[in-house]
């Protein structure tokens, strides 16, 4: 027995550890829409006070009924009656004016929550290091964040209010019943008792099966966007992978749907088991107040009041307890969403950050630096030494999985490294100001975002500033090769790409990679890098483009990787990179002459050219 009471307590305990979140997520409603929470919690007030006055009512009707009955229908009789019809007429009318109200009023906070909590997602998914989307877990995380984070804190303070109202109600309720015996109340509330064990037991339930399935829930979703997204339509039609993908996301929902149905039918039986006990209190105290009447111990009135308080009472008991376990629900939901809002990045900018460069004078240094990437036990970059001189075009080559994209991820500063350190001009990068060191850079992915928006705004997206400016906008697509595609376009700079709004237009790959290529051109940084800059174009394109580029990246310096060994040639000097480390260094004519890697690799795309 004291075990059993000890489990209890702890179970409990557990419970109610999310209690903290209650405060956070009412906190958070209130900051969102501070003036319609007074107008809903006043409202509330007002509605939980309504049933009282309705049984009040009642009652004095049912007795002024019987009196005028006993005494015969005169006109001083019928006036009270009519004006308690008419007061009863004006509650309920109350109660459905300020019902509709509410409505109203919920639907404005609702919205006001949603879109105050999509802004700190949307802040937060910006402040987490890079390293976050590189992890599975993360994305667990997000999913769970932002699923259902929109609507359960206005649900929990629904639950809130609900239980602040019903408790008013039901305590008023109760000071009504006790006139009929003190146990009357007590079984009122025991009779409510199993259902609030259930509804406290199957929360918890739900919430471990909802945590269980994220990863589930997630992989459904992916197969739910290769079914539908235009990014692999082409692929799953051409490899007819329709029916494997859509066998995939069944299998997966079959699995989730099971689980939930049983966790449902469990619930249901539990709720029947509760709704049966409640019934027989009822019935019980309902014959003996039956009992009561008969006795002529209490009127037709009281047997009234009696029954519409207990039953209302027990409604609301129900309700309340419910209320209750809605609050502990939302709140182990919403502890995702905080828990989430409380991830800090480890990249942050020092506490006292030295004064930017303008400008690289002398060199970016990679100095005896090891990285390895968050759960590897392989080091990407070990003891790696790397000089990139002011005003050269280096580039950086070597095979796939060499570690070139993990030099671009640190020269961003998308992941600090666990040991040494890389330098601007003697500059520890970790003593700058994050902004202030992505602003001395200007890169193209090897996978650029297509945004479909207008050109202009494609370009203008790598320098904000310039968005109003269509010279300087239309200097940089020049620079990139992109002013003749851009010259055919119906609207030309105004036009809309992309084919995800009505009337975009679609570009090919070669056309996008230009464009991407302008916005980094349009960001004067004195710092250029460029992953592949050339994979999607032809070679005509490509040798165009690269007598572009030298002439533009003339004073500034430029890192390119890229597998194109006539690219690389152009370079000032070229670095081979082997697994995680430079093997050899030179220009073009060196590193042929050295007879090496770079050698036979460039002896073995010239022949296949
Ligand atoms: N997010 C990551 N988490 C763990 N390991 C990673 C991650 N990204 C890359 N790696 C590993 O780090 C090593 C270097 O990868 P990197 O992407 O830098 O190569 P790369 O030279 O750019 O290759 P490619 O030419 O194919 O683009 C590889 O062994 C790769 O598997």
Request: with cysteine; charged share 20%; glycine share 6%.
């Amino acid at each position: 027995m004291a075990s059993n009471w000890k489990v209890f307590r702890q179970k409990l305990g557990n419970s109610w550890s999310q209690l903290p979140y209650l405060g956070r997520s009412l906190t958070l409603v209130w900051q969102a829409a501070k003036k319609w929470t007074i107008v809903w919690a006043s409202l509330l007030i007002i509605q939980g006070l309504l049933p009282v006055a309705t049984v009040y009512l009642t009652r004095q009707l049912v007795n002024s009924l019987v009196a005028a009955l006993d005494v015969g229908v005169s006109r001083e009789n019928v006036i009270p009656i009519l004006i308690l019809v008419a007061l009863m007429g004006g509650v309920l009318l109350l109660t459905q004016v300020l019902g509709s109200f509410l409505n109203w009023v919920r639907v404005v906070q609702s919205e006001l929550v949603k879109d105050y909590i999509s802004a700190l997602i949307h802040k937060k998914s910006m402040e987490v290091d890079f390293a976050f989307y590189e992890s599975a877990e993360y994305f667990d995380r997000l999913h769970r964040a932002r699923q259902d984070a929109f609507f359960r804190p206005t649900a929990l303070l629904e639950n809130s209010g609900s239980l602040v109202q019903n408790g008013i109600t039901l305590m008023a309720m109760a000071a009504v019943l006790t006139q009929f015996g003190v146990w009357i109340p007590a079984a009122l509330l025991i009779s409510t008792l199993p259902a609030f064990a259930v509804i406290l037991n199957y929360s918890k339930q739900n919430y471990n099966w909802w945590m269980k399935a994220t990863a589930d829930e997630r992989r459904s979703w992916y197969y739910y966007w290769l079914l539908t997204e235009k990014d692999s339509a082409a692929e799953l039609r051409i490899f007819e992978l329709g029916d494997y993908f859509q066998s995939a996301y069944q299998s997966v929902r079959r699995k989730l749907r099971s689980e939930k149905v049983k966790l449902a039918k469990n619930e249901s039986l539990a709720n029947l088991g509760a709704g049966a006990i409640a019934l027989l209190i009822t019935a019980i105290a309902l014959t003996w107040m039956l009992w009561q009447v008969l006795l002529k111990r209490l009127t037709l009135g009281d047997l009234a009041l009696f029954y519409q308080a207990f039953n209302q009472g027990q409604t609301l008991m129900r309700n309340l307890l419910q209320n209750l376990g809605q609050v502990y629900s939302n709140m182990l939901f919403l502890g995702n969403l905080f828990e989430f809002l409380d991830l800090s990045p480890q990249v942050i900018d020092p506490p006292t950050p030295k004064l930017a460069p303008t400008n690289l004078n002398q060199e970016i240094k990679f100095e005896n630096l090891s990285f390895w990437y968050p759960g590897s036990n392989k080091a990407a970059l070990e003891n790696f030494n790397l000089t990139i001189p002011s005003g050269k075009i280096v580039a950086i080559v070597g095979a796939n999985g060499a570690g070139k994209s993990t030099l671009l991820k640190l020269l961003c500063r998308l992941y600090d490294p666990q040991q040494g350190r890389i330098t601007w001009d003697g500059i520890d990068f970790r003593d700058l100001s994050i902004q202030n060191l992505r602003r001395l850079i200007t890169v193209l992915f090897q996978k650029p975002v297509d945004y479909n928006a207008s050109v202009a705004e494609n370009i203008a997206l790598g320098d904000l500033l310039a968005i109003a400016k269509l010279p300087e906008i239309s200097n940089a697509a020049e620079a990139a090769g992109a002013a003749e595609i851009i010259d055919r376009l119906p609207e030309n700079y105004h036009t809309l790409l992309g084919k995800l709004f009505t009337g975009g237009v679609e570009l090919s790959g070669g056309e996008w990679q230009r464009i991407a290529l302008a916005r980094a051109f349009l960001r004067q940084a004195p710092l250029i890098i460029l992953d592949e800059p050339t994979s999607a174009m032809d070679s005509w394109a490509e040798a165009d483009w690269l007598e572009r580029f030298c002439q533009l990246a003339n004073g500034r310096t430029a890192i390119i990787i890229t597998h194109r060994f006539t690219i690389a040639r152009r370079a000032d000097i070229i670095h081979v990179m082997s697994d995680g480390e430079i093997v050899e260094s030179g220009c073009h004519d060196e590193l042929l002459a050295l007879g090496c890697r770079y050698a036979r690799s460039w002896k073995t795309q010239m022949q296949v050219n």
